[in-house]
């Protein structure tokens, strides 16, 4: 059925066709789609009297008059804010106030019938609204202003973090192009879609969300389904929270390696505080002429993430760093794969410092810091790895062929 909605005091006239069979309360839902301002701060009134959120639109007797919208702040937020605090309290709670989910809706909607206008009073006074953080973020900021924030907020973040840039071309690489590039027009439009879907998103879960309500509140699954809604409300609001104050949180983040040289071999360190020991690969203790003076009577078990035998310990390697000489104890493992741990008992005896300030571990002993390798550095070292791990594979396969003939 077509219904033709003013907003009281203006000349905003809207028409909606909606189905006869739904209530006052979906085409409340189906006009805060339109109108700046959400379902629960509505009133419609017809021939100057209030609708009530239970009617049925079939059942009214509307031909063609226009339905006046006025805006105003209904006790409906009040009653599902009760409703989203029943789901969310504690079972102690619960039991003090004694009252099921169904039971408060049931008298939610048995106040409103009645005309009783005190459902503040006689439960929760506390407002809890599932959808309000992304609405309000809507209403404080215009859509356009929004989008041009958003945007600059990007151009400053990317364009002066090169480790960032380097990993949003791997998780976005569309945005990262237009952001190089320079094409800000480029950037606004992935930029809009984005608020665009979310705002879609948010809509749809919000009709979603009137729909369960108009369902039988007894209903055990209408029930779950509600408190998930408001459950995953929260999850999105502590993700707005997370990509407004802590946006760097949001990606991936690399270990910490440093560069090394062991009898003028260059090697690759992983800074690990969760190793107990300093090991290397039995591999590269050969590459870096340590096996001579690996002490085998130390041999054994190491357990960690898996297990590996141990070949036995160095007990002091020269290392070289910055051009500074240390002393250090090293564990040799057979396992090939663990190249090189720079571990606790190490930092212990250096009394190293990790400093995320600087991006480097301070030796103060000596007076060095380490630099931390920069993703792309270790994206290009784990290519050129996994370059070599190729090539070796191909020399056993070759090598095993041959063998065979």
């Given at each position: ?33 339109v ?13 100057d ?9 079939g ?5 063609d ?36 989910l ?58 002066t ?86 946006p ?10 440093i ?14 505080t ?48 910055n ?27 250096h ?36 370059d ?18």
């Open positions: 059925m077509k219904i033709i909605v003013n907003l009281e005091g203006t000349d905003n006239y809207q028409e909606f066709d909606i189905n006869e069979n739904l209530s006052i309360l979906d085409l409340k839902a189906n006009i805060s789609t109108f700046d301002f959400s379902w629960n701060e509505m009133e419609l009134l017809l021939n009297r209030p609708l009530e959120n239970y009617l049925i639109l059942k009214i007797d509307i031909n008059n226009v339905i006046i919208l006025r805006r105003t702040k209904s006790n409906l937020a009040a009653s599902r804010n009760v409703l989203g605090n029943s789901i969310s309290q504690s079972t102690s709670s619960q039991r003090r106030s004694n009252n099921s169904g039971q408060v809706f049931t008298d939610y909607m048995n106040n409103s019938r009645s005309g009783n206008n005190n459902i503040n009073n006689t439960r929760n006074n506390n407002i809890y609204n599932p959808f309000a953080a992304l609405m309000t973020s809507f209403r404080s900021n215009a859509k356009e202003q929004f989008i041009k924030k958003r945007v600059k907020e990007i151009h400053d973040r990317f364009l973090s090169p480790d960032d840039l380097n990993t949003l071309f791997n998780t976005n690489p569309e945005l990262a192009e237009a952001i190089v590039s320079g094409n800000t027009a480029k950037v606004e439009g992935i930029v809009r879609k984005q608020v665009e879907e979310a705002e879609k998103k948010r809509k749809d879960e919000e009709m979603e969300y009137i729909r369960l309500m108009n369902s039988d509140p007894n209903d055990p699954q209408v029930q779950e389904k509600i408190a998930k809604i408001i459950k995953q409300k929260n999850i999105d609001e502590n993700l707005r929270q997370a990509e407004e104050y802590m760097e949180t949001l990606f991936p983040v690399h270990m910490l390696f560069n090394l040289e062991i009898n003028k071999k260059k090697v690759v360190a992983l800074v690990d969760g190793a107990q020991s300093t090991v290397m690969s039995q591999d590269l203790c050969q590459k870096c002429d340590l096996l001579n003076l690996c002490d085998n009577r130390y041999s054994g078990i190491a357990k960690g993430v898996g297990t590996s035998r141990i070949i036995g310990v160095v007990h002091a390697a020269q290392m070289n760093i051009n500074k000489v240390l002393m250090a104890k090293i564990t040799v493992i057979e396992n090939a794969s663990i190249g090189f741990i720079f571990g606790l008992d190490n930092m212990r005896a009394r190293c410092t990790i400093d995320l300030n600087q991006n480097g571990l301070v030796f103060p002993d000596i007076g060095v810091t380490a630099k931390f390798l920069s993703d792309g550095e270790i994206k290009k070292i784990k290519e050129e790895q996994d070599e791990d190729e090539k070796m594979a191909i020399e056993e396969a070759k090598k095993a062929s041959l063998d065979k003939k």
